[in-house]
């Protein structure tokens, strides 16, 4: 009951922040005669209310995915990787940070579920986002690792503690747990990540830099013949 | 001048579009702000408490830590509920709630303060 409450507590402080934005927003809307400006301002309450519609879609997945509902399949990671990239351009456009994206895979398809897959690209992205520094870059790396293929993404931000490292670790799988103890950023999107590679039998990690962190989702390569 | 430290670039750009006609300058964390402080001292900070690296109360200490920064009044916008927490001493003239603040909120501190303030 203890981590029912917790859990709800979490996704209740993730939501306020892209609420008391929109609200901002509106108001600057409100105050803005320049015409360029409000379309930035309208560009900007479309971005922001997407990402919170996507993770409050992801924890509907996530009561859901029990039942056993997702199907797996033949996916092809570097689509998916691109749609990602396509949608989140603009907010990290808007967040003057760079999403940059390298493929070296040979094996182009893996058992996953798209939607799944496409969620665990997302949040792993908009964590990078997060703790990347301004004007600085984050990358999204899919490349073969041993049988599998390997999709991480590294942010460039600041180092992080020893001991947020330690707690971070071995938490974010189990429950969402917070990077920076930062509001907007609770670690529910890594949290969603984790909970839907574990419904592909994919392995999770992170890995510590000396100016920041990559997460990364291990994906197992499907034995289908390449239709393309 | 109006400094505003805030992460989040977006709701950095609503405070600063508030806080017009008075000049401003946003900053994503600490640090680069209190090199800032090297250089120019503004007459109003507008402080986001949770921060990239060092957080609000970090700058805030620095700032009672020296005689020229500790006049320069602060108003922290957070969500993290702390408009019942004393911290005048820390040249704290007003706590506002992101989830609940106005345009003219933000606008009456940048009148009251921003056309400067007495550095003696």
Known sequence: MESEVNGILVAAHELKAPLALLRQLAFSLELTRNDSERQKIQSQMINVSDRAIRQVNDLTKIARLEDGLFQMEPVAVRAVCDDVTRELTNLFRFNHRNLEVSYTNRSRLVVANRDLLYSVVYNFCLNAMHYSNEESRSELIVKDYYDKVRLSVRDFGPALPTDVWKSLKKGWVEKPTSIAMRPGSSGLGLYIASKFSQYMSAEVGAIRHRDGTSFFVDLKVSKQARLF | ?120
């Open chain 2, 1 to 120: 001048m109006i400094f505003i430290i805030d992460d989040d670039s977006v709701m950095a750009e609503c405070i600063e579009s508030a806080c017009r006609p008075y000049p401003t300058k946003i900053f994503s964390n600490a640090i680069d702000a209190i090199h800032s402080l090297e250089n120019t001292l503004p007459d109003l900070i507008f402080l986001d408490i949770m921060l990239d690296g060092p957080d609000g109360f970090t700058l805030l200490n620095e700032l009672v830590s020296y005689s020229d920064t500790s006049k320069i009044p602060v108003v922290i916008i957070s969500s993290l509920g702390l408009a019942d927490c004393r911290l005048e001493e820390y040249g704290v003239v007003g706590v506002l709630d992101k989830a609940t603040m106005l345009p003219a909120d933000i606008q009456k501190y940048a009148e009251n303060y921003a056309h400067g303030w007495d550095r003696c």
